[in-house]
């Protein structure tokens, strides 16, 4: 097994679970901080188990403690606003805004880590925003409405949170890393809303856990599966360029699984243009 076998069984996971992302909170009446708890702890348990079977090693002051807050904390951010975000707007929507995270990231790298901002990156970022402006064109003019509003938001978070595991990532474990940090966002994210514990009885739930468990499997799966790629010989510009195709992935599993056929053509052609976008800025 290759590692562009592996990314592109990565780019097929990660749409998956944004098409389950998009069913788990369909219903308005889900409370997005329970759900972000929920997802964080269960990430947390499967990266756990992950690491000790592959016999990972554990220990929390190998690199900045602080960094690690600050990593989950954002992450913490952005899954909450996700969250809210997929209550109100379509996956594939979600999917071609979210790509904004990538623009924060460089913008946060350029000033964090000092690293270069060349005119390619230049051109990569006015096409990610055009294709950002055919989605949020969709229904209403120019308006953004509060689902998009909230997905911009989580770019942000997303953006700023990369950074820091990047940093973060040069004195953990990857494996490890991941299990300390889901684990310290969701109580992170319980020390915010602790009134999301009284929503318990609704995880233990067959109906929650049918959709939970799946999303979480395919979460921690496309992480491991992108990680594992960069160890079979992939480096970091040619897996990561390749994973920007669950942009169109996800919008096709949208169409196909939710519905989500309204102004097709746009959504294809925004996918298309984030993808291309992405692939510059690499």
């Not at 998009?22 to 997802?39: Q, T």
């Not at 904004?100 to 230049?122: M, P, R």
């Not at 909230?150 to 820091?164: E, Q, R």
């Not at 160890?231 to 949208?254: C, E, F, P």
Request: proline share 1%; glycine share 6%; with cysteine.
């Amino acid at each position: 097994m290759n590692w562009f076998f592996l990314t592109l069984l990565s780019v097929l996971f990660a749409s998956l679970a944004s098409i389950l992302q998009r069913v788990l909170m369909k219903d308005e009446r889900s409370d997005p901080y329970s759900y972000a708890i929920a997802f964080h702890f269960l990430l947390g348990f499967l990266n756990l188990g992950f690491a000790l079977v592959s016999g990972s090693q554990f220990s929390l002051l190998s690199g900045n403690f602080f960094l690690l807050l600050l990593a989950s904390a954002l992450w913490g951010g952005c899954s909450i606003f996700l969250f809210k975000a997929l209550q109100l707007i379509e996956a594939s929507e979600k999917t071609i805004l979210s790509s904004l995270n990538v623009v924060f990231t460089i913008i946060a790298s350029v000033i964090f880590l000092h690293e270069t901002f060349n005119g390619q990156k230049v051109f990569g970022t006015v096409i990610i925003l055009a294709s950002i402006l055919l989605v949020v064109t969709l229904k209403n003019g120019f308006k953004f409405n509060r689902g998009v509003v909230y997905v911009l938001i989580t770019a942000v978070f997303a953006g700023l949170a990369i950074v820091a595991d990047s940093a973060n990532v040069q004195h953990y474990n990857v494996i490890t890393y991941n299990t300390f940090q889901n684990f310290l966002t969701g109580f992170i994210i319980l020390a915010f809303a602790p009134k999301s514990l009284q929503q318990w009885r609704c995880f233990v739930e067959p109906s929650f856990l049918t959709k939970m468990l799946p999303l979480g499997i395919f979460s921690t799966a496309q992480g491991i599966l992108y990680l594992t790629a960069l160890t079979y010989g992939g480096n970091t510009a040619q897996v990561g360029t390749i994973r920007q195709a669950s942009t169109i992935v996800t919008v096709l599993l949208a169409v196909i699984f939710l519905r989500e056929r309204n102004n097709l053509w746009r959504k294809l052609l925004a996918a298309v243009l984030v993808t291309f976008g992405v692939f510059l800025l690499h």
